[in-house]
């Protein structure tokens, strides 16, 4: 009986995904490398999600079933399977994307100890459902070896100029990575105050100390259907999800250590932008939407619910020397400015 630990823990995050996981779960089945383990993760799932995943687990020792005592929602239980994955390197799959029979192999074959994130090329794959603006917005997105063509590696100075050029996720989803679990040990784990945008973060806050490796094989199929949590976000266009998340990640960029590569390069490049600037600009204007905006009534967080608990994560888009322009000038407008008009 096999006592060591698997290279590859493959981490699928599950919730309320019975109606593709098994198509998932067959694509791992497929690999033709095999020194892997599956953790699966049910966030408490309210359909047979779990029955399909235990089904599995018991026909097959290297595949370890758990189901969260709460919900931990969608970053948290990422997390969760990185806490418990024992093997070298994390391969996310999500429920319902595809990996190709080969994507293990040749993604353990682009590996070495100076490159600890691999990405390969993604395919998209819509739903009947998915309509044609939709579509556009995906296949808009441009793809790592478009951006740097013919590069099996990513520097992370070329890093740095394309997220200073384009904020979209042109690196692409979790499905699409191989990643050693030392980053995590570095760099931490994924941010759960983010819903849209935690990937694409987390890439960055990596990928500037780093680089990548890159595959440009389409070695994953990522699956856009009408009840994703990527489709839900971008359909409802609310403002958690639409606004929030980039005001965090500018925040990211202007205060988190882990972004001096990216600060340090925008000042030798582009000397004359500021990151604590942009911030307080967008958060001033972010906040008056969310006291502008009003909520039908059985919502259960409105945008100024948004706000208020951001804005306790993150204080400085509240109390930044930045805003002090927009603070004085909405003082002078409501004691001062009125009386003039009066007069």
């Not at 819509?126 to 808009?140: E, L």
């Not at 050693?180 to 987390?202: K, T, W």
């Not at 882990?258 to 990151?275: G, S």
Request: proline share 5%; aromatic share 14%; charged share 25%.
């Amino acid at each position: 009986m096999k006592t060591e630990k698997p290279i590859i823990s493959i981490c699928i995050p599950t919730y309320n995904g019975e109606k593709y996981l098994e198509e998932t779960l067959n694509s791992i089945k497929s690999q033709t490398y095999t020194d892997y383990e599956v953790i699966i993760v049910d966030d408490q799932s309210s359909d047979c999600t779990y029955t399909i995943a235990k089904i599995f687990s018991e026909k097959d020792t290297r595949v370890h079933l758990h189901i969260n005592e709460k919900n931990l929602g969608l970053v948290g239980n990422w997390n969760r399977c990185i806490e418990l994955a024992q093997g070298d390197w994390i391969k996310f799959v999500f429920q319902d994307d595809i990996i190709k029979h080969n994507c293990l192999s040749l993604m353990m074959k682009a590996v070495d100890q100076n490159n600890p994130i691999v990405f390969c090329r993604r395919d998209f794959f819509f739903h009947s459902k998915i309509d044609d603006t939709s579509k556009s917005f995906y296949m808009s997105i441009p793809r790592l070896d478009e951006i740097f063509p013919d590069a099996n590696f990513i520097s992370p100075t070329q890093i740095c100029q394309a997220v200073l050029t384009d904020f979209r996720n042109f690196f692409g989803e979790p499905t699409s990575t191989l990643i050693h679990r030392s980053i995590f040990e570095r760099f931490g784990l994924f941010n759960p105050a983010m819903v849209q945008l935690c990937d694409l973060e987390y890439w960055i806050r990596v990928g500037i100390h780093t680089g990548i490796k890159y595959v440009p094989e389409s070695l994953v199929q990522f699956r856009v259907h009408p009840s994703s949590t990527s489709s839900t976000n971008k359909d409802t266009q609310n403002y958690r999800s639409s606004h929030m998340d980039r005001l965090i990640l500018l925040h990211e960029f202007a205060y988190n250590s882990f972004y001096e590569p990216l600060r340090k390069f925008t000042k030798e490049v582009h000397p004359d932008r500021n990151f604590k600037k942009e911030l307080a600009d967008k958060a001033f204007w972010l906040k008056n939407l969310a006291n502008a905006t009003s909520s039908p009534e059985n919502i259960k967080l409105t945008p100024k619910d948004h706000w208020k608990h951001i804005a306790i994560l993150y204080p400085k888009i509240e109390s930044s020397f930045y805003l002090m322009p927009y603070i004085v000038k909405n003082w002078f407008n409501k004691t001062l400015l009125w009386r003039f008009i009066k007069n």
